[in-house]
C-alpha cells in the first residue's frame, strides 16, 4: 500500500476530534482521535496541528492499542 492511503494530508477536514480526559486543560502533548469519521479507519492527529495529517490506523489495530494500554496502569 502507498503511504498515503495511511494519512490524511488536512485533518482538519473532518468533523468531531476528541481528545483524551487523560489530558487535562494545558494542552500539552496530545493525540486527538476520530472513531466517527471512516468505518475501517480510525484517524489520530496531533492536537497541536489540527490542520495537520492525520495517521490512520484499522480499526482492529486500533483497539489492540487501546486495549493494551488498560494492562500497562498501576
Known amino acids: 500500500?502507498?503511504?498515503s492511503e495511511h494519512t490524511?494530508?488536512?485533518a482538519s477536514v473532518l468533523p468531531a476530534w476528541r481528545r483524551s480526559s487523560y489530558s487535562g486543560e494545558s494542552g500539552g502533548d496530545c493525540l486527538e482521535v476520530n472513531d466517527?469519521?471512516?468505518?475501517?479507519?480510525?484517524?489520530v492527529r496531533d492536537?497541536?496541528?489540527p490542520c495537520g495529517p492525520a495517521v490512520t490506523f484499522s480499526a482492529p489495530a486500533w483497539t489492540a492499542f487501546?486495549?493494551?494500554l488498560g494492562r500497562t496502569r498501576p
Open 47 to 49: 492536537s497541536k496541528n
Open 36 to 43: 466517527s469519521a471512516l468505518p475501517a479507519r480510525i484517524p
Open 8 to 10: 490524511i494530508p488536512d
Open 66 to 68: 487501546v486495549n493494551s
Open 1 to 3: 500500500m502507498k503511504r
